[in-house]
């Protein structure tokens, strides 16, 4: 469908809807993509889960560190990069907005000086004179998909949605998870063209490369149900493959620009129509009943809507009962590991104390300070990132609870909506991933006053031998203190803040459920009410949304199958 039949066809389903007077804000979303085609937006999302290397990718394409990027999962909220004079604006939640400087940009995306968006950024818009950005190409840096930080995953969904393009991150180190494949599933019915990209292949070999390609291909194919699919390696460090990805880009932008937006906007239209379908057929049912029976079917719905309470409820059980295992599990994995730290320090510490038990006493102290300053941070925070690691590997798990109860929501309603009115009702596709409080990076305290141990003078009176003797075993002491007082930190740290997230999670199962039952009440009472107000022939209003309902079909039939 060309820019021209589209926007006639927007127009005409704007002004059969306004006829109706029932879906007002579909008639909102239409709109949007109305102003998205006049405008010609050509909106390119760089989308993947935490720490795939998106920031990492970005500054490379601009050939400067613009963007904050870090050790641990850094964006907070999403960045538009628009071509202009060097600047960025801050849009706040508020609708207010404020310019910085790009020195002060790290301040308001970061997720360390911004943690859970405290500050209240909806979104960051950054000019940059680059001549990739100047024919109208927005490039959006997104807060990582699953990332186990408030909001960030819905920030991504919202753009995700709101995108023509996607270029989607992907990196050699982990496999493509639960979470990317629900991402993909749903990305399909907004955006029209996808770049997946493989980051990080300057970390390992050309067959591990080829063999980790071939795999991603499989199921990414399965995910968007196609057979060619073509995957560019790149590693942002070094920007191998940079220049390949971004000359089939250019290229598209090139030839093919307007079709590239029309695809995505008939993609967005459908998923609108289709809801918007189900809307009026659902009136147009409750409509064309006796008002006495209507009335009675209304009651029926508020009753059997407290069946979905029920579910709810019973789903946010099973999450605590997940969250528990969870929680059982990074404690009996940091303490597993906090038992293996202490003997390979120990033999460590035994080491450095066997070659050196002839030397001075104080001498030997420094060299096992050094030790403990070195060994025991490093160890700690290898162990701290193992106990990151387990808990995303089963926020993955619970994000797929959490979306297969969500879903069941959907089916009770629809199956309850046919019984009562006869129609297959359409739900928007929507994704949810469970999210915490703040992060999870265990900070270790790297003051070297920290590992010192208590020594009294008369230590060092002994005779060296038994000064030695009783300086080493001291500092057997402090390390196991030292480790215990960590690991037991990190588990109150993991249990605390997931404890906080519980909110979180039966607030998205709450919401959705309070969602699904107000749409569905709102619309039978307005056709009560609509049925109530004699100003208009029943029969008159039942064939105008016959002949409505029966024109969006066709619409949506020729959209289905263009």
């Not at 207010?96 to 360390?112: K, N, P, W, Y």
């Not at 959006?140 to 969904?157: C, F, K, L, M, R």
């Not at 979905?308 to 404690?331: C, G, H, P, V």
Request: aromatic residues 8%.
């Amino acid at each position: 469908m060309n820019k021209d039949r589209m926007m006639m066809t927007l127009n005409d389903v704007v002004e059969l809807l306004i006829f109706t007077d029932v879906c007002n804000d579909d008639i909102i979303k239409i709109r949007n993509l109305q102003t998205k085609i006049q405008n010609k937006e050509l909106v390119i999302s760089v989308i993947g889960q935490f720490k795939r290397g998106k920031t990492s990718f970005i500054n490379a394409v601009l050939g400067a560190e613009v963007l904050p990027v870090g050790i641990i999962p850094v964006t907070s909220v999403a960045t538009k990069i628009q071509f202009g004079e060097a600047r960025a604006v801050v849009h706040y939640q508020n609708d207010e907005e404020t310019s910085v400087s790009l020195d002060e940009l790290e301040g308001f995306i970061s997720e360390q000086a911004n943690p859970n968006n405290n500050k209240g950024v909806a979104f960051v818009n950054l000019y940059l004179p680059y001549d990739f950005l100047k024919d109208g190409v927005t490039l959006v840096d997104t807060p990582g998909v699953g990332s186990i930080h408030q909001n960030n995953t819905d920030e991504a969904y919202a753009f995700m949605k709101d995108s023509v393009a996607i270029i989607f991150m992907l990196s050699v180190d982990s496999p493509i998870n639960e979470i990317e494949r629900e991402f993909l599933s749903t990305a399909k019915n907004y955006a029209s063209k996808f770049y997946f990209t493989v980051n990080k292949i300057d970390t390992i070999s050309s067959a591990d490369l080829e063999a980790y390609l071939g795999y991603c291909h499989q199921i990414i194919g399965s995910i968007m149900d196609e057979e060619k699919i073509e995957l560019f390696p790149i590693s942002a460090k070094t920007k191998s493959g940079m220049a390949e990805l971004f000359a089939q880009i250019e290229g598209d932008i090139e030839v093919s620009v307007d079709s590239i937006i029309m695809d995505s906007m008939q993609i967005k239209f459908g998923e609108v129509l289709s809801t918007t379908l189900s809307h009026l057929e659902l009136y147009r049912s409750a409509t064309s009943m006796p008002l006495e029976n209507l009335e009675e079917k209304r009651l029926e719905l508020v009753d059997r809507l407290g069946r979905l309470d029920q579910i709810t409820k019973e789903a946010s059980f099973y999450l605590l009962q997940n969250i528990d295992d969870l929680l059982e599990q990074i404690r009996t994995t940091l303490s597993n590991g906090s038992e293996e730290l202490k003997q390979k320090l120990k033999a460590v510490l035994e080491t450095v104390y066997q070659e050196n038990s002839h030397i001075k006493s104080k001498q030997l102290e420094k060299q096992l300070t050094a030790i403990m300053e070195n060994d025991l941070n490093q160890h700690l925070s290898e162990l701290s990132d193992l106990g990151l690691i387990t808990l995303s590997s089963g926020y993955e798990r619970l994000a797929e609870v959490l979306n297969k109860k969500i879903n069941d929501l959907k089916d009770f309603l629809k199956t309850l909506v046919f019984e009562l009115f006869g129609i297959s009702y359409h739900y928007e596709n929507t994704v949810h991933t469970l999210s915490i409080r703040d992060d999870f990076y265990v900070r270790v305290n790297q003051k070297p006053s920290a590992f010192l141990v208590d020594m009294n003078d008369l230590v060092y009176l002994m005779p060296r031998s038994v000064a030695n003797k009783k300086i080493i075993n001291r500092y057997f002491s402090k390390m196991e203190n030292d480790v215990d007082c960590n690991i037991n930190n990190m588990i109150y740290n993991y249990q605390y803040k997931i404890r906080e997230s519980v909110r979180s999670f039966k607030s998205v199962l709450q919401n959705e459920s309070d969602t699904l039952k107000t749409d569905l009440e709102e619309l039978v009472n307005r056709v009560i009410a609509d049925k109530e107000d004699t100003s208009q022939e029943l029969g008159e209003k039942i064939a105008e949304l016959d002949d409505v309902c029966q024109r969006l079909t066709l619409v949506l039939g020729e959209l289905w199958n263009k």
